[in-house]
């Protein structure tokens, strides 16, 4: 089976390239590859290379496939997993395999430290170790896109399980947060924070009572407000706040007087920002949790944290970098059940268009890039399909699917695209 896919080389060296898969072995799956989304770790192990620490050292002679937020159907199942899969069931993979048995050991992720397994290919052979850690799992939802982007979901899921607070009298933590409490979304309407938003307003065993969702951006406040509105979250029991702190004398006390002087139990950063760190470590009321999800570049990243509070006060500070196989899981059992992540994805493109866009991620405004792997397009914002249509009868037919749709991506415009592409 020959495949197409973009691997990586050195620093910045990522190449399209057309190549011989080799035969399955017993223990392995063929599978075919429809839809990754581009992660901004996928910058990272580009611009790093070998020093990115799930890369192999010897990629310059055994180059791996980049992308690990991905979803397709399986083509050949070997013997071993014949009881557990079929050709033709729909997949996504949790790529944190945490299992030794890989090219780098414990942090060896399917993305990054593969030779034949890894988003941006239009065929993969997934290896056993993804199978026997169960990793390997199923989507029964519509479409291919929400399976991929059920990774970064699953990295918010794991965020918000990791927080935790105190029980009085004892030193036991409750993971989680604080049911019916107040929480503040920092740097909020980048697409994680996006995906934040849209699980807390769908989560149906634990809510906050207040959610306040902080940017600087008001035209992506807006947006975000407009896919995920105050009225929804009322009708959910949640007291939902969008506030630009660049318009803020004092983002600090302004913050604290909408939780009603209290402070905040859940603060969760989405920006690697040092002011935007140390506000959410002072908006923090007792026992609160600051969870520093944005991973910085810089290793040397820092920023003031309060320790009179700490000591006082029990604030506290938690952080995750992906999620488990269970949050995976959660994650997938949502779409399934309808939570569409579409608001997420604000471009898409097919497998000539990753090289360009993931060397330059951190400068392409907007959310999700959702790549369709067995199309050429080049990398193109939803907004833009309109004026293409004027020329192109397939941008136009998508434009009309995703006005349909509030100007979001669909399974429609997915099954369209793939069809007519």
């Known amino acids: 089976m020959k495949t197409k896919a973009i691997r990586l080389y050195g620093k910045k060296d990522l190449r399209l390239e057309e190549f011989e898969l080799p035969q399955i072995k017993d223990d392995e799956i063929l599978a075919k590859v429809v839809s990754d989304s581009l992660c901004m770790s996928s910058y990272k192990a580009s611009t790093q290379a070998t020093d990115h620490k799930r890369i192999p050292n010897d990629v310059a002679e055994n180059p791996i496939i980049i992308g690990h937020e991905f979803a397709g159907e399986l083509v050949e199942v070997g013997s071993k997993w014949a009881s557990q899969f079929k050709a ?21 992720a399917p993305g990054y430290s593969y030779q034949y397994i890894g988003g941006d290919a239009t065929y993969v052979i997934i290896p056993r170790e993804v199978m026997e850690h169960n990793c390997l799992l199923a989507y029964k939802g519509e479409g291919y896109y929400p399976a991929s982007l059920a990774e970064p979901l699953s990295c918010v899921i794991g965020a918000i399980h ?42 149906e065993d634990r809510r906050p009572s ?27 029991g949640i007291d939902l706040h969008y506030v630009n702190t660049s318009t803020m004398q004092n983002p600090v006390e302004e913050l604290r ?71 995976m899981i959660e994650a997938l059992d949502l779409m399934s ?36 792997t067995h199309i050429e397009m080049p990398l193109t914002p939803i907004v833009d399909f309109a004026k293409l249509g004027e020329t192109n009868e397939v941008f136009k037919q998508l434009a009309a699917i995703c006005d349909k749709n509030q100007g979001l991506w669909s399974v429609e415009a997915e099954a369209y695209l793939l069809a007519n592409m």
């Open 257 to 327: 007087a909408i939780s009603g002087g209290v402070g905040y139990n859940d603060v969760f950063v989405f920006a690697p920002v040092k002011p935007v760190v140390e506000q959410a470590d002072a908006i923090l009321g007792f026992d609160g949790c600051l969870n520093f999800f944005a991973g910085p570049s810089d290793p040397n990243f820092s920023a003031m944290v309060n320790f009179y509070n700490v000591h006082y006060g029990y604030t506290h500070v938690a952080g995750t970098s992906g999620g488990n196989t269970d949050d």
């Open 162 to 203: 990791a927080n935790y607070h105190l029980t009085p009298g004892s030193y036991v933590h409750k993971m989680d947060i604080v049911p019916d409490g107040k929480m503040a979304i920092l740097a909020g309407v980048g697409p994680m924070g996006l995906a934040a938003i849209n699980y807390v307003l769908l989560r």
């Open 88 to 108: 033709g069931d729909k997949f996504s993979i949790q790529p944190a395999l945490n299992y030794e048995d890989g090219p780098v050991g414990i942090l060896s």
């Open 337 to 372: 059940k309808g939570l569409d992540p579409a608001g997420l994805v604000t471009h898409i493109g097919g497998l000539n268009a990753v090289i360009e866009a993931t060397n330059h991620l951190p400068e392409i405004p907007g959310g999700k890039k959702l790549i369709y």
């Open 210 to 236: 207040l959610c306040v969702v902080t940017d600087v951006d008001q035209t992506r406040l807006d947006r975000a407000a407009t896919l995920y509105t105050v009225e929804f979250a009322a009708s959910k």
